[in-house]
Every structure is written in structure tokens, then in C-alpha cells.
């Protein structure tokens, strides 16, 4: 009986000095460190039913926001109004007011669609913002990739995009044909990884006659660092004016073929490598023999 007097008088010393503290201004991490409670749950007992001090807490960023909605709410605004005006999603603005009354309709059918399509830009506005952000936060959390890395991701890029040799058409020689630039990029950084000189690289266009032909040659140059006497002629492709096409425009520049000459040995690693990554990536772990 006298050990749990003990413990609760304790106890209760302990809950005078932190109510104290808390009365003083002190935050929950500076009463843990002042009075050496590391046990959140104690701690969060010993100043119960006080209230933190108001500089502790975190203004929201929403906050103003929050408060002009209600504002504009109240002069009877609706919700397409506030979010052209306020450039915030519906659902923020619904949470925001909803225990406020709806406003009278007082505008006309065209006034109401006019609204509606601001506010749909507004919207798709917001999708995009969030759209680049996860992209950006995706890209980033990458990083530099190791050898290994690089080598396995060119292996997979070339048994997508590049030539393959078939039972029927034998042809052990590494090509590589694609329109996007990131593409042709990283297939260039594996090919230095795996020490392919450059000399040994052809280049060769392939571009509709009706497009900027020659400026789609001097961007795959620029973007692969070489001459010009590294390129083939221009591959052109017929224009069908019955076709309609939307690889139009300055960002259209076509594809670019990326050979190896004198690449047969490079084929057949290619080649293994991608059968390697299949086993590697179905087989079972510890089924594998060293």
C-alpha cells in the first residue's frame, strides 16, 4: 500500500511541475527535457486538460483561404465563383462552408456556363500542378544509378526497341531505332558504360518528307554529339495527305536509328543478358545456384 502511495505522489509532483511549466509557456518537448519524461504517454498525461501555449501552434497555410471563402459565401457567392476567385479546389470550398446557407441562383444560363468553365480551368489547373509535382517528387527520388543499374535498364531498353535476331532472319547486329530523346540518351550513356567507341556508331533519320528535315538532323546531332559524317542519308517517309497525322509540329523530328557496326558479340550479351534478367526476375528467391 505504501509503494503505490509512493508512486502516485510521485505522480502527482510530477503533474504540478509539468501544468506548471505548461502554464509558463513551455512546449511538450521542452517539458520532457526539462523534467526528463521520455515516455510520450506519461508526458501526455502529466498536463492534461491544459491547453498548449498559442505559440506552438502551426498556422495553416489554408487558414486565410478558409476565411475568405466564408467571407465570399456569405455575400452569397457559389462555389464556382470562390474557386475562380480564390483559385482553391470544390471540396475545399465545400468542407469550408458547409454549414453556411446556399445562396439564391441570380444569374443567367450563359453567366452560369461562363462560371462553370472558369472554374473547370481552375480545376484542370490544379490537376496539372499536382500532376508536375508527382513526376518531379518521382524523378528526383531516382538518383544516379550504379553500373549494374545502368546496364540492366539498357539490356531492357534494347530487347523493347531495338532489332532482334529471329530463327528465320538471322541478324546478330545491334540496332536501335526510337523518337524520344531520353531514350536515345540513355541507350548512348549504356553504350559508353559498356566502352562501344564512337567510331563504330552509324546514324541514319527517319522523318516524314513533309516535316523540318533539316532541322530534325541537326537536333539528333546536337543530342548525340556527333558529326555529320557519322550520319546516313535521311530516311524519308512518303506524305499521305488522306492522313491525318499528329506527329506534327516544331517537336516533331522524327526517329533516329542508332547501329553498332562490327556488333555481333554485343548482340549475343545483349541477348543472354535478357534471358538472365527474365530468370532473375521469375525464378524464386534461393532457387538460384551460386
Known amino acids: 500500500m505504501t509503494h503505490a502511495t509512493g508512486k502516485y505522489a510521485d505522480f502527482e509532483d510530477l503533474r504540478e511541475r509539468a501544468v506548471a511549466l505548461r502554464r509558463a509557456g513551455y512546449s511538450l518537448r521542452q517539458i520532457r527535457d526539462e523534467l526528463k519524461i521520455f ?12 491547453p498548449p501555449p498559442a505559440w506552438t ?26 474557386q475562380v476567385e480564390l483559385g482553391c479546389s ?61 546496364f540492366l535498364l539498357g539490356v531492357g531498353l534494347y530487347w ?25 540518351e540513355a541507350f548512348m550513356a549504356w553504350l559508353d558504360l559498356l566502352g562501344v567507341e564512337r567510331e563504330r556508331l552509324r546514324f541514319t533519320v527517319m522523318i516524314h518528307e513533309s516535316a523540318d528535315v533539316a532541322g530534325a538532323e541537326r537536333y539528333w546531332a546536337d543530342l548525340v554529339g556527333a558529326e555529320r559524317s557519322a550520319f546516313n542519308k535521311t530516311t524519308l517517309k512518303r506524305h ?35 534471358y538472365g534478367i527474365v530468370l532473375g526476375a521469375t525464378q524464386p528467391i534461393g532457387e538460384m545456384s551460386d
Open 240 to 274: 499521305n495527305p488522306k492522313t491525318v497525322r499528329k506527329n506534327t509540329g516544331d517537336s516533331y523530328r522524327g526517329c533516329l536509328a542508332i547501329k553498332v557496326r562490327k556488333s555481333a558479340d554485343l548482340y549475343r550479351r545483349i541477348e543472354g543478358s535478357w
Open 39 to 50: 515516455n510520450n504517454d506519461i508526458l501526455n498525461q502529466l498536463v492534461k486538460g491544459e
Open 57 to 82: 501552434k502551426r498556422p495553416r497555410a489554408k487558414d486565410d483561404l478558409r476565411e475568405k471563402a466564408r467571407e465570399l459565401r456569405l455575400q452569397g457567392w457559389t462555389y464556382d465563383q470562390i
Open 160 to 184: 523493347a526497341e531495338g532489332g532482334k535476331d529471329k530463327p528465320y532472319d538471322r541478324r546478330e547486329n545491334v540496332c536501335f531505332v526510337n523518337s524520344d530523346p531520353g531514350m536515345i
Open 90 to 150: 470544390k471540396s475545399s470550398i465545400s468542407l469550408w462552408v458547409r454549414d453556411l446557407p446556399k445562396p439564391e441562383r441570380k444569374r443567367t444560363p450563359e453567366e452560369a456556363s461562363a462560371i462553370a468553365r472558369r472554374g473547370w480551368e481552375v480545376t484542370m489547373r490544379l490537376r496539372d500542378e499536382e500532376r508536375q509535382r508527382t513526376k518531379e517528387a518521382a524523378k528526383q527520388a531516382v538518383g544516379t544509378l550504379s553500373p549494374r543499374e545502368l
